[in-house]
Nanobody
């Protein structure tokens, strides 16, 4: 079955960096997208960044543009989220998710994605 596993979370000081990884398995498709989403305590889950695995097109939320970079390794079905210049407001559980088909990047939204990982905690604090 479809499985997504996140790794790379942890505790980092403000201004620091982390790289999250998302490993997908259980399907063989040419057209699909993987996204990163996050949920802070008491807040709704929100989109952070998405990438089309077929053409590499990307989406970034305004709050992370210029600080986060999403990338992919199609052969390994891996997606990375490089997070630099981290801020306390980036603290959240980060989830990766996948959606099948040709997914426009302007549909990088929680209700668009069907399969989800368990999440990894990112805490930015001094």
């Amino acid at each position: 079955q479809v499985q997504l596993v996140e790794s790379g979370g942890g505790l980092v000081q403000p201004g620091g960096s982390l790289r999250l990884s998302c490993a997908a398995s259980g399907f063989t498709l040419d057209y699909y997208a993987i996204g990163w989403f996050r949920q802070a305590p008491g807040k709704e889950r929100e989109a952070v960044s998405c990438i089309s695995m077929s053409d590499g097109s990307t989406y970034y939320a305004d709050s992370v543009k210029g600080r986060f970079t999403i990338s992919r390794d199609n052969a390994k079905k891996l997606v990375y989220l490089q997070m630099n210049s981290l801020k306390p407001e980036d603290t959240a559980v980060y989830y990766c998710a996948t959606d099948f088909g040709i997914i426009p990047m302007d549909r990088c939204a929680v209700d668009e994605y069907d399969y989800w990982g368990q999440g990894t905690q990112v805490t930015v604090s001094s």
